[in-house]
């Protein structure tokens, strides 16, 4: 299933977006969608996961992400407050389908294009 993000953009530091990710398809056929990020020269990372109604965060962005997910509208959406520079990178959506949240992004099988998020100083 192709997946399809938007809402990244260019924020100052402390300042917020909503990143958006649907399928392209008729409907989610993943259990597990999960939210990634890559900065330049780096690996990609786990940012956030969700099954149901349990959730998984990366340390990094614990009370201050939030991802959340939308099934009659067939959109899962990562909340991201309190944005700070070493939160600039491309980000991802996938999923996978399962019953564990996996960190690992060679777990999830489908994957959207990615959406550039930019928060300056």
């Known amino acids: 299933v192709q997946l399809v993000e938007s809402g990244g953009g260019s924020v100052q530091a402390g300042g917020s977006l909503r990143l958006s990710c649907a399928p392209s398809?008729?409907?989610?056929?993943?259990?597990?969608m999960g939210w990634f990020r890559q900065a330049p020269g780096k690996e990609r990372e786990f940012v956030a996961g969700?099954?149901?109604?349990?959730?998984l965060y990366a340390t990094s962005v614990k009370e201050r992400f939030t991802i959340s997910r939308d099934n009659a509208k067939n959109t899962v959406y990562l909340q991201m407050n309190s944005l700070q520079p070493e939160d600039t990178a491309v980000y991802y959506c996938?999923?996978?389908?399962?019953?564990?949240?996996?960190?690992?992004?060679?777990?999830?099988?489908?994957w959207g294009q990615g959406t550039q998020v930019t928060v300056s100083s």
């Open positions: 996938a999923g996978r389908t399962g019953v564990v949240i996996h960190q690992v992004p060679s777990q999830y099988d489908s």
């Open positions: 398809g008729p409907t989610f056929s993943s259990s597990i």
């Open positions: 969700i099954r149901n109604s349990v959730t």
